[in-house]
């Protein structure tokens, strides 16, 4: 069985604070992929990063971060200096080698002014 | 790149009839889609995976008679919800994968509301 956690379910921050969205996952698998996906309120799915289980390096996008750390089964995501425009429900998903696909419960994060 | 589309976004039916939402793969061939469900304030739940020319493999629990889907091409996969109930409202969302990459690409989702 396969499980992701996303232990916050809603976290709200002031406009340029950073903030950091928490995923632990849980599997069998020795081969998978992780992903973040942004849901704006329109409703689209928007694909954020990719990693296989393989590939431990931390990746930085913009203002976007990951952090995935094998030894704890955690592949948290921070956002740097939030924006409104940052609001969103974000889930994180893991995907197995056979496709087989688990999404967190998702976190909702609101971005104030 | 990695565009995929379906239609319609949005649909509202009465009890009784049949519904069918069409999600594609606009801009890569995709070997496998895959269906989804979300209610308000939850999560994603995979309904089923069909791959191009064979029978979509569904989850526990989805009733395939109640579900029908269709992915005869690379580009094209169909959800028919017949004879929907207003239980079946919902939002759903399809996403796509080429064969030689793990990412899933989503779909904008379709939200369907049932009479």
């Known amino acids: 069985a396969q499980k992701v956690t996303q232990a916050q379910t809603e976290i709200s921050v002031v406009e340029k604070e950073d903030v950091t969205l928490d995923c632990v996952y849980e599997?069998?698998?020795?081969?998978?992929?992780l992903f973040w996906y942004k849901q704006p309120p329109s409703g689209e799915l928007v694909f954020l990063i990719r990693?296989?289980?393989?590939?431990?390096q931390n990746e930085i996008s913009g203002r976007y971060s990951w952090n995935f750390q094998k030894s704890t089964s955690s592949f948290n995501f921070t956002i740097t200096a939030s924006q409104v425009v940052d609001s969103a429900v974000y889930f994180c998903?893991?995907?197995?080698?056979?496709?087989?696909?688990?999404f967190g419960d998702g976190t909702t994060l609101t971005v104030k002014p | 790149g990695a565009v995929v589309s379906q239609h319609p976004s949005r649909v509202i039916c009465k009890s009784g009839t049949s519904v069918k939402i069409e999600c594609r793969s606009l801009?890569?061939?995709?070997?496998?889609m895959f269906w989804y469900r979300q209610f308000p304030k939850q999560s994603l739940m995979l309904m089923a995976t069909?791959?191009?020319?064979?029978?979509?493999?569904?989850e526990q629990g989805v009733e395939k008679d109640k579900f029908l889907i269709n992915h005869a091409s690379l580009t094209l996969s169909t959800l028919t919800v017949t004879s929907a109930h207003p239980e079946d409202s919902s939002f759903y969302i399809c996403?796509?994968?080429?064969?030689?990459?793990?990412?899933?690409?989503f779909g904008p989702g379709t939200r369907l509301t049932v009479l």
């Open positions: 996403s796509a994968r080429t064969g030689t990459s793990d990412t899933q690409y």
């Open positions: 599997t069998r698998d020795t081969t998978y992929y």
């Open positions: 990693r296989n289980s393989f590939d431990e």
């Open positions: 998903a893991l995907i197995t080698n056979a496709g087989k696909s688990t």
């Open positions: 801009d890569f061939q995709a070997t496998t």
């Open positions: 069909s791959n191009e020319g064979s029978k979509a493999t569904y």
